[in-house]
């Protein structure tokens, strides 16, 4: 059974940095493109980043770009979320997803983890 | 880049069908692929159509979806409504540069 596990949301102040994990099980992670997606307080799906099964190719939404890094380490089947310069607007529930197939498309989620971005 | 454009919300009787439209704003929508997503409240999305028209397995076959070229739109169309598909439904794609487009939601009210 696939799980996905992601943690490390918590409240922080603007400005502040987080890094959120993911912790996969139940499938190859290593043969997998993974994405983060989030989801703001009563708003839709946001898409933030992919990164390839090798870690080589990572992309970002343009709200994210420059601020947010995506890491994973395929020896401890592990996706990573570095988030810093932390505004208000990242507020949200954040998803770690599987891509099937270098599709684009998410075959599975977590359960999210919430970051609180407040003073 | 491009935006994907939903419908706020639908309401439809049980046992009737819906359509949701998601009208991409620039570029073909044949030229990715389109996915759909059922959210229930408190829940993760899950995925009710993927690859325009596809179904995933355990997703009963009242579920559709497909393009319209003329339209630049995609659909996902639930008949015989139960009760049970009152939810979120989001469409989602990708662009040129690698990066994922959602659209802004649908809200289904079955009454």
């Known amino acids: 059974e696939v799980q996905l596990v992601e943690s490390g949301g918590v409240v922080v102040q603007p400005g502040g940095s987080l890094r959120l994990s993911c912790a996969a099980s139940g499938f190859t992670f290593d043969d997998y493109t993974m994405h983060w997606v989030r989801q703001a307080p009563g708003k839709g799906l946001e898409w933030v980043s992919l990164i390839s099964w090798d870690g080589g190719s990572t992309y970002y939404a343009d709200s994210v770009k420059g601020r947010f890094t995506i890491s994973r380490d395929n020896s401890k089947n592990s996706l990573y979320l570095q988030m810093n310069s932390l505004r208000t607007e990242d507020t949200a529930l954040y998803y770690c997803?599987?891509?099937?197939?270098?599709?684009?498309?998410?075959?599975?989620w977590g359960q999210g983890t919430l970051v609180t971005v407040s003073s | 880049n491009f935006m994907l454009t939903q419908p706020h919300s639908v309401s439809e009787s049980p046992g009737k069908t819906v359509t949701i439209s998601c009208t991409r704003s620039s570029g073909s929508i044949a030229s990715n692929y389109v996915q759909w997503y059922q959210q229930r409240p408190g829940s993760s999305p899950t995925t009710v159509i993927y690859?325009?028209?596809?179904?995933p397995s355990g997703v009963p076959d009242r579920f559709s979806g497909s393009i319209d070229s003329s339209s630049n739109s995609a659909s996902l169309t639930i008949s015989g409504l139960k009760t049970e598909d009152e939810a979120d439904y989001y469409c989602q794609s990708y662009d040129s540069s690698n990066r994922g487009v959602f659209g802004g939601g649908t809200k289904l009210t079955v009454l």
């Open positions: 997803a599987k891509d099937w197939n270098d599709e684009f498309f998410f075959d599975y």
């Open positions: 690859e325009d028209n596809q179904r």
